[in-house]
């Protein structure tokens, strides 16, 4: 998420301060805006909740806030979820408002950016889950696909390496990618080059469809408006925060 910067005076906020409120504005304001900070983070995990589809606990729990004397810093996390997760900030930044209004491309996803580490496609390729396939396991409750989906086919994928067609009389399920700049064009022979790009496993005769690539990566809405939030509630919040704070303070 792009940094936004708001600065408020005080009076303007909540009119002239007296002699006794002055010796006591930098601490009544530090107290203040750390109860903004937590209202700010409370009101955009609400706004997760409205905006997105079935988030995962992961996303809401992502807006954060450090407060330090006067000033207050609102952030997405960028901590991992687990090893082989993404963080937060990379994946909400294509749906948020931040730089562009309208859509942006979707962030590579942890399997994406794994595929190419491991060098079986370029930076062209796309891959999606062939959700109608049979060796395609259903949603989970959050309407996705299980990660451990993805983790047993990259799995598959890096034992088939560079061993090609020696690989193939191993018992289990076999994996192997259209294309895999790995091995080159002639994986699992001839009839392979009929099938269209995408990933497969086998075992005996059982062929399955798993991933195809797309050339671009899909198109996400921008809807969550993070900067927009962090300014209205603010505007709305700070006053009677930092009014209730000096009035503790001067007691």
């Not at 950016?113 to 062209?124: F, K, N």
């Amino acid at each position: 998420m792009a940094d936004k910067t708001i600065e408020f005076d005080v009076e303007s906020l909540i009119g002239k301060l007296s002699p006794v409120e002055l010796t006591q504005i930098e601490y009544a304001g530090g107290k203040a805006l750390q109860r903004l900070g937590y209202e700010l983070k409370q009101k955009a995990t609400e706004l997760m909740a409205a905006t997105f589809r079935d988030p995962v606990p992961f996303t809401l729990s992502s807006p954060k806030y450090l407060a330090n004397g006067l000033e207050l810093r609102m952030y997405i996390r960028q901590d991992r979820q687990g090893n082989a997760g993404q963080d937060a900030a990379r994946y909400l930044f294509p749906v948020s408002t931040s730089g562009t209004t309208g859509s942006k491309p979707a962030y590579p996803t942890t399997f994406t950016r794994a595929l190419r580490h491991e060098g079986i496609v370029g930076e062209s390729f796309f891959p999606y889950p062939w959700r109608e396939g049979r060796g395609v396991p259903a949603p989970n409750s959050y309407g996705n696909i299980p990660g451990s989906f993805y983790r047993e086919t990259l799995r598959g994928l890096r034992r088939q390496g560079a061993a090609g067609e020696k690989r193939t009389k191993q018992s289990g399920w076999q994996y192997f990618s259209i294309p895999d700049r790995r091995v080159g064009p002639n994986i699992r022979g001839g009839a392979a080059l009929q099938r269209k790009p995408g990933i497969y496993r086998v075992k005996n005769r059982d062929l399955q469809f798993l991933f195809g690539y797309v050339g671009r990566p899909r198109s996400v809405a921008t809807t969550f408006d993070w900067n927009g939030l962090i300014t209205e509630q603010s505007n709305a919040l700070l006053p009677n925060l930092l009014r209730l704070e000096l009035d503790r303070a001067t007691r």
